[in-house]
């Protein structure tokens, strides 16, 4: 894959969005010109992951100051605007970091804000880059094994989810550049299959070797032995450790604790929220029931049956083998608690 690919972009006056409700498919862009636009396609998930909704957001400041300039908006107006972006998915932390780093440089104008972007998305690379390199020095120490290493991960985590290069799909592409990785398990990610349509898809790109899954086969390929380590991602990280990430990740978690396994979450310190102190004050998004109860348009569950669609869990930090960010690899389940680690 090219190290170019983004999946937020700024075009001059608006985003460019790769479509991610359309891959493994087809790979097209979303122009986006206004903020209703912006709210609808991170809502669908056009545009998803926590850094790459974050960019998203950052971008969609600049892009209320250039539409309310475009349709004589007052400020407060765009303020309104700003407002609706930051507020489009409550479970990760990110978006509302990002707005409101942004909005800091609001009064200055459209120059500095796109400014403050920009160095958003370019900090997000440089970290996705240096907790790559930390996370596979970790793992090939802490798995102690001479032979590259077998790892599994859960839902989308790569240069789709973020910035670019990716966070816990980061670790696995530095691992594998370093001739050090053998396969990767993706689970499919249910109900949207972000693994086998956008996780599978970077790995071909990459030339990777992996099997995709379903979510339900994970915990016993771990179980058989058939799995060093498990890597997953992060939408909010509380001050304890505990961390929310998608529907499934917690039951990687138990299977490793049980396995004696690493389970290593992969997150920007912007995901560490630690406003939020444990995992039970972290709003956890319910989407749509036809989610569950359809597949491609056709329902699949008895007409009477009511949906359950959470879309992420939270995985206690006590399972958290070890977290790592651009800083370092912390080792959240011996005591090393995030909150202590970013004052």
């Known amino acids: 894959m090219s190290q170019e690919l983004r ?20 790979n097209e862009t979303m122009a986006v010109r206004d903020v209703d636009t912006l709210v609808d396609a991170i809502q669908r998930l056009v545009v998803r992951g926590a850094p790459a909704i974050g960019a998203a957001g950052a971008y969609g400041v600049a892009l209320a100051l250039v539409q309310g300039e475009r349709e004589g908006w007052t400020a407060d107006e765009i303020r309104a605007a700003v407002a609706r972006i930051r507020e489009a998915r409550p479970t990760a ?7 409101d780093r942004v909005m800091t440089r609001f009064d200055e104008g459209l120059d500095a804000v796109l400014a403050e972007a920009v160095a958003v998305q370019r ?3 440089e970290a996705n880059r240096a907790m790559g390199a930390h996370g596979a020095d970790w793992l090939l120490e802490t798995v ?3 032979r590259p290493l077998r790892i599994l991960t859960h839902c989308n985590t790569g240069a789709l989810a973020t910035a670019g290069w990716g966070t816990a799909l980061g670790v696995i592409r530095e691992l594998h550049a370093r001739g050090r990785l053998e396969v990767v398990y993706a ?17 071909v790109q990459e030339g990777i070797p992996h099997y995709v899954q379903a979510d339900g086969a994970a915990a016993g390929t771990i179980l058989r032995g058939e799995v060093d380590a498990a890597i997953v991602g992060a939408d909010r990280i509380a001050a304890n450790g505990d961390t929310a990430n998608k529907v499934g990740t917690v039951g990687v978690a138990l299977a490793c604790a049980d396995a004696g396994i690493p389970f290593l ?6 995901t560490v929220d630690l406003s939020t102190k444990t995992g039970d004050e972290i709003h956890i998004e319910l989407r749509g029931e036809d989610e569950v109860l359809e597949w491609g348009g056709v329902r699949t569950a008895p007409a009477e049956s009511r949906g359950h669609n959470p879309a992420f869990d939270v995985t206690p930090g006590r399972l958290v083998t070890g977290l790592v960010t651009e800083r370092g690899v912390l080792d959240v389940a011996s005591g090393q608690l995030p909150g202590e680690y970013l004052k």
Request: a negative charge; one cysteine or more; proline letters at 5%.
């Open 265 to 270: 979450v992969a997150a920007p310190t912007t």
């Open 187 to 203: 689970d499919e990610t249910r109900p949207l299959l972000q693994g086998s349509r956008l996780t599978a898809w970077e790995l």
């Open 7 to 26: 999946a937020v972009d700024w075009t001059g006056d608006g985003l460019a969005l790769i479509d991610q409700t359309l891959l493994p498919h087809r």
């Open 144 to 146: 102690g094994v001479d």
């Open 123 to 125: 900090e997000d690379v």
């Open 93 to 99: 932390v990110n978006l509302m970091v990002c707005v």
